[in-house]
């Protein structure tokens, strides 16, 4: 089991920028490909970015395409998610998620963070 925390959400306003962290605590963190994925009241979560256990290999939901960008530091066991030009309809609650396999289901994920509310004020 990989505990993790998240942290870095907040409020900014509409066209700034936030850097969400990730931080697991297994040893064995770069075996895992990670996902971030968000979720607004009343709905389920979403996938929004994935990254390969390596890193070298990155996806991303359409909605955040050419504003958010996805790292990992496997030194530092952390995964990021670089968010610019926020939108207000990006606010929600952001979870990071780890799996052994590569996958943008949020149901096959099985490692999940807290959680962490970014707010995006118009």
């Known amino acids: 089991q990989v505990q993790l925390v998240e942290s870095g959400g907040g409020l900014v306003q509409a066209g700034g920028s936030l850097r969400l962290s990730c931080a697991a605590s297994?040893?064995?963190?770069?075996?895992?490909?990670m996902g971030w994925f968000l979720q607004a009241p009343g709905k389920g979560r979403k996938f929004v970015a994935g990254?390969?256990?390596?890193?070298?290999?990155?996806y991303y939901a359409d909605s955040v395409k050419g504003r958010f960008t996805i790292s990992r530091d496997n030194a530092k066991n952390t995964v990021y998610l670089q968010m610019n030009s926020l939108k207000p309809e990006d606010t929600a609650v952001y979870y990071c998620?780890?799996?052994?396999?590569?996958?943008?289901?949020?149901?096959?994920?099985?490692?999940w963070g807290q959680g962490t509310q970014v707010t995006v004020a118009s």
């Open positions: 990254i390969s256990s390596s890193g070298g290999s990155t």
């Open positions: 297994e040893s064995t963190f770069s075996d895992y490909a």
């Open positions: 998620a780890a799996s052994r396999i590569w996958t943008m289901l949020a149901s096959a994920y099985d490692n």
